[in-house]
């Protein structure tokens, strides 16, 4: 894999140097000052047009989606002001809170603007994702025998966290961790906890799949299942078997026979439904259950911040997370959940600013994955970004996001360029 031209060079060793970055405890850095790096690079692309250097070019415009992610975003940001206003948290919050917005929501925006107007093939983006798998899988015999030979769970803490972020944890580096429930270890290679890495591991195994050489599609996807099977994640779960496989069943629904069959089915369950739906609460009973304790202080954290929105602050929320109480394990209220998180902090118009622009790319990607086999990849990202939302909140952790969300873009390059062709 040899990069053409700048970017995809940058792009490319940023990727494969994802584990050494996490071993200095850069990775919560890297991802921002990547995105505002090559987001300035593509503004002054657009801006120079032809003028630009021929391998970094724009041969495009921006895509609609791209500039309703723009939007989104601002939106965000005008909300989060508006809370801090209404709450008086006073100036130095507002400065500290609009920074990290550059760290988080941001990059939802600028990610999928560089792919779409850089000159970066899916191609580098797939191959540095197997690399990191092979990184993985050669860490793999020390990560997993730690626990068990007397290692500690956490190496250090880098200095890097004077730089400000969530918490240490992001600039920490841990060979695993403890579950406090059951006391067995849990492992998160290269993210900050284990039900993330779960959710990476999906997002490798879907680049995987879409790798030409053979061998390096095979480190990729046995990389990926060993971090969703080692993080004990349920999510992780779901994730491998919903994403990879709805994408591929897309162009069913251009096939005649397929509504046929679906209609049978459908009559079916006049007879079976009862049985169908027993068996389906079962399921979830047995998932919640797998790990009860953390079920409830997630439920708990949604109702608390459901509740205190709807009394305390509809329209833009309450501006920050606020400290959580014994009942919850002292996690923060508008944590562990994107939409209730959202709505606790800014609002209906945080809610709204990225519940839209996610819809519309969600349904442009579900109809393009119909039509063609491009579509397959962005697709199972977006799942798996939605998927995320529902356990963990999009903003901090876009800056792991990054190689999916910049997949984005050029597939909506890809389609331009199809469509203008």
Not at 324 to 331: L, P, R
């Amino acid at each position: 894999m040899t990069p053409q031209n700048p970017v995809e060079r940058m792009v490319y060793k940023t990727l494969i140097l994802t584990w050494p970055f996490y071993s200095i405890g850069a990775l919560y850095v890297v991802g921002p000052v990547l995105a505002w790096m090559l987001g300035a690079l593509a503004a002054i692309a657009l801006y120079l047009g032809p003028a630009m250097r021929s391998d970094l070019r724009v041969t495009g415009t921006v895509p609609p989606l791209v500039w309703a992610w723009f939007l989104g975003m601002f939106v965000m940001l005008v909300a989060l002001w508006v809370g801090h206003l209404d709450w008086g948290l006073g100036l130095k919050q507002t400065i500290k809170s609009s920074i990290g917005w550059a760290k988080g929501w941001a990059l939802l925006a600028l990610f999928p603007l560089i792919g779409a107007v850089m000159p970066i093939r899916r191609s580098v983006l797939i191959r540095g994702q197997c690399v990191i798998g092979a990184w993985t899988l050669a860490l793999a015999p020390i990560l997993l025998l730690a626990p068990y030979v007397g290692l500690p769970e956490k190496i250090f803490t880098s200095p890097l966290k004077a730089i400000g972020g969530p918490g240490p944890e992001y600039f920490s580096v841990y060979l695993f961790t403890f579950d406090p429930a059951s006391w067995t270890p849990r492992w998160q290679f290269y993210a900050p906890w284990s039900p993330f890495a779960a959710l990476l591991g999906v997002i490798m195994v879907l680049f995987a799949l879409e790798e030409e050489d053979r061998k390096w599609m095979l480190v990729g996807v046995l990389a990926g299942v060993l971090m969703i099977l080692a993080s004990k994640s349920r999510m992780g779960l779901v994730g491998l078997v919903a994403c990879t496989i709805a994408p591929r069943m897309m162009p069913l629904i251009l096939r005649g026979w397929a509504w046929q069959i679906t209609a049978g089915l459908t009559a079916s369950l006049a007879v079976v439904g009862t049985a169908l739906v027993t068996i389906a609460q079962d399921a979830v009973s047995t998932f919640k259950g797998a790990r009860a304790d953390s079920t409830r202080v997630r439920e708990t954290l949604q109702r608390i911040a459901s509740e205190r929105w709807q009394n305390e602050a509809v329209w833009f929320g309450h501006g920050t997370v606020h400290p959580g109480s014994h009942a919850v394990e002292y996690m923060p209220i508008g944590s562990h959940h994107t939409w209730y998180g959202l709505l606790f902090v800014k609002g209906v118009v945080g809610f709204a600013a990225l519940f839209v622009p996610l819809v519309w790319h969600v349904c442009f990607s579900m109809l393009d994955a119909a039509k063609h086999p491009r579509g397959r990849l962005p697709m199972g990202i977006l799942m798996t970004i939605v998927l995320l939302s529902f356990g963990e909140n999009l903003e901090i952790e876009a800056y792991m996001l990054w190689p999916g969300l910049m997949l984005l873009g050029v597939h909506l390059r890809e389609v331009g360029d199809a469509r203008r062709n």
